[in-house]
Each structure stands twice: as C-alpha cells, then as structure tokens.
C-alpha cells in the first residue's frame, strides 16, 4: 500500500467501504502528539473532502470517521499526560518548547476545558494541548465534556475544507 497522501486518498477512492478507516487513521495520528508533526495527515483529510464535495466519495464516513479519530488520539494524548504526567514534558522535542508548554498550563489552568474545544478547531498546539490536559490532572470527564464537541467540530470544518477548495478549484480550472 502507498502511504503517501496520493495513495492514501487512491485507496480510500477505490474502497469506499474502508474509506472510514483512512479517515479515522488520519484523524488520530492528527491529534497524537509527537506523531502529528511528522505524519502529513491534514493533506488526506482535506484531499479526502474535497473527493466528498467532488461526490467521488460519500460525505458521512468522512465526518464520522473523522469524529471517532479526533475523539481517539486526543484522549490518549490526555492519557499519555495523564500517565507519565510532568515526566513526559522532558521528553525530546517537548522539552525544547517550554514556552508552549507554559502557554498550554496557564490556558488550561484559567479556562479549563474551553481550551479543549478550541484547540480542535485553532491548530497547530492541538496535540500538545490534550498532553498538557492530562499532565495539569484535568478529570477525565471534564476533558471529555469539552473533547467530544470539539472533536465534532473539528471533523466537520476540515473535510469542508476541501469541499473550499474543490470549489476554489472549480473557479480556476
């Protein structure tokens, strides 16, 4: 299989069925930490749909898929946080943003989980966010309150990102 966000989007094209899956492959690798600055998933979630505005590929899995993943990888960044607590902000290269770390702190400890939902939607620091949520101790089911909207919303604006561009596309080309 091609892992490339070409062959990704070829696959999830030619088995809609698994389409779902991609998506939902994507969406936690998006919100895990570490993971997301080196994987290219953005590229496939919005490739994927602008496929869906295209109607090269049904919408719904898209979303839910989508949906399940953010929900899935932001929880186990909260329970990597969670976990290892302060001992994982050594970790390489958390350790070399102590700013970001700080920033993440103070905004969870003032606004508690409005940092949740709108980091769903306010990216880059996502991943971060939901690691420092589990380190400050946030409980479970206040992080999940915030986790499962934001999520939700988040799956929703980014396939519509690609429904933007396909129609952007369409105006160009």
Do not use: C
């Not at 895990?32 to 496939?44: E, H, I, R, W």
């Not at 993440?104 to 939607?121: A, C, M, Q």
């Not at 939901?130 to 946030?138: E, S």
């Not at 980014?158 to 080309?173: A, C, R």
Request: no cysteine; proline share 7%; aromatic share 14%.
């Amino acid at each position: 299989m091609d892992w490339s966000a070409d062959g990704m989007m070829a696959f999830a094209t030619a088995n809609q069925p698994l389409a779902w899956g991609v998506v939902l492959l994507m969406s936690v690798l998006e919100t895990t930490p570490l993971v997301s600055a080196v994987v290219p998933t953005m590229p496939v979630l919005i490739g994927l749909g602008a496929l869906a505005a295209a109607g090269t590929i049904s919408f719904l899995p898209i979303f839910l898929g989508a949906w399940a993943g953010a929900v899935i990888g932001s929880t186990f960044s909260w329970w990597l946080g969670h976990h290892f607590g302060r001992a994982i902000l050594r970790w390489k290269p958390i350790e070399t943003h102590p700013a970001w770390v700080k920033k993440g702190t103070d905004g969870i400890n003032r606004y508690g989980p409005w940092v949740i939902l709108f980091s769903h939607i306010f990216a880059p620091l996502t991943a971060a966010v939901f690691l420092i949520a589990g380190v400050t101790r946030m409980p479970f089911w206040r992080f999940q309150l915030a986790n499962v909207p934001g999520a939700l919303a988040w799956a929703y604006v980014v396939p519509k990102t690609g429904d933007l561009v396909e129609k952007l596309w369409g105006l160009v080309g």
